[in-house]
Nanobody, 124 residues
Framework: QVQLVESGGGLVQSGGSLRLSCAASGQTFSSYGMGWFRRAPGKERELVASINWSGGYTWYANSVKGRFTISRDNTKNTMYLQMNSLKPGDTAVYYC?????????????????WGQGTQVTVSS
């Protein structure tokens, strides 16, 4: 069993930056594929970025490519999402997720564990 805890959300003005963190419990974090999802009001959950077990492979949604950076520190059991040039359209609850297999995954159905989410609000 893995527990995931997100932090770092908040209110920021358009054009600003935030860094989200996802702290994982357990000793097998370094073997998991990880992802950041978001759900905006009235919209379906979408995958924002994913990263494989080593951090050597990443994937981004087109809507955030060039603005967001996913990374992980396996020595700290933590994954990050650096979000720059934020837009009001980025407003959502952001969730981190872990998959027991360590490769990249693109669907929420492929992830086994979820955090409780952290709110990101971007004002115009």
């Amino acid at each position: 069993q893995v527990q995931l805890v997100e932090s770092g959300g908040g209110l920021v003005q358009s054009g600003g930056s935030l860094r989200l963190s996802c702290a994982a419990s357990g000793q097998t974090f370094s073997s998991y594929g990880m992802g950041w999802f978001r759900r905006a009001p009235g919209k379906e959950r979408e995958l924002v970025a994913s990263i494989n077990w080593s951090g050597g492979y990443t994937w981004y949604a087109n809507s955030v490519k060039g603005r967001f950076t996913i990374s992980r520190d396996n020595t700290k059991n933590t994954m990050y999402l650096q979000m720059n040039s934020l837009k009001p359209g980025d407003t959502a609850v952001y969730y981190c997720a872990a998959a027991r297999q360590g490769r990249l995954y693109y669907s929420g159905n492929d992830y086994d564990y979820w955090g409780q989410g952290t709110q990101v609000t971007v004002s115009s």
